[in-house]
């Protein structure tokens, strides 16, 4: 499913975020850039270790929750990796809206800054870090219609969701989004 905005394309495709050949690829990461499962454990393994060498030489302090940084991607199939650190779900009364909007905003924001043309995003925080599919999805859709208002670059924003119920929830926020 796609569609356009401001002449651009937000995409949604179910599958594994590791194989996409975008120019960047967002990883779900935490704070200290220390790895871990899900996509964070799926990106190196599959990227190799030099992602893990160039994150830690680059950013020994980590990354700040709701913020992204970006690395080389290894030997994955794209030029650069975002690590983006969503918020952990605490229910809703931290913040965690504004700083899941940054983390999307930011890794945006690099991928511009890097002359991306393409990228891929996964559901920030919707796993380890417990965050509600539904209101994750129209956040990460809302943050990303709204940064092509006023950015050429990226061109296509790719959201790659795991599962069927990802997609779903995904598709009912598009829906909603575009007709906003
Ligand atoms: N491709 C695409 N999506 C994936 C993949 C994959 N290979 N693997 C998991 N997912 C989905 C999950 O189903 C979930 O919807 O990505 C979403 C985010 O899940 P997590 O990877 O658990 O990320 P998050 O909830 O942000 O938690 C981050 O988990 O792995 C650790 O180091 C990481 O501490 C950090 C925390």
């Known amino acids: 499913m796609q569609t356009q905005f401001h002449g651009k ?10 194989a996409e050949q975008t120019d960047a690829i967002v990883n779900a990461a935490n704070s200290r850039l220390a790895g871990g499962g899900g996509v964070d454990g799926a ?4 990227g190799g270790l030099t ?5 830690r030489d680059r950013y020994p302090a980590g990354c700040p929750t709701g913020s ?13 990796v975002i690590h983006a650190v969503g918020p952990v779900w605490h229910g809703g009364g931290r913040g965690e809206s504004e700083l899941l909007r940054g983390a999307f905003r930011r890794s945006l924001e690099l991928a511009a800054e890097h002359g991306c043309r393409s990228i891929a995003m996964p559901a920030l925080s919707t796993g380890a870090y417990g965050y509600p599919m539904d209101e994750a999805a129209r956040i990460a859709l809302a943050t990303a219609a709204e940064f092509l208002k006023t950015h050429d670059q990226p061109e296509l924003i790719r959201f790659v969701l795991f599962d069927g119920a990802a997609y779903d929830a995904f598709a009912a926020a598009l829906e909603s989004v575009r007709d906003d």
Not at 43 to 46: A, D, K, L, S
Not at 68 to 80: D, M, Q, W
């Open 9 to 18: 394309t937000i995409e949604l495709r179910q599958g594994d975020i590791t």
């Open 43 to 46: 990106i190196h393994r599959r």
């Open 51 to 55: 992602i893990m060498r160039d994150t």
């Open 68 to 80: 992204a940084v970006i690395s080389t991607a290894g030997e994955l199939n794209a030029k650069y």
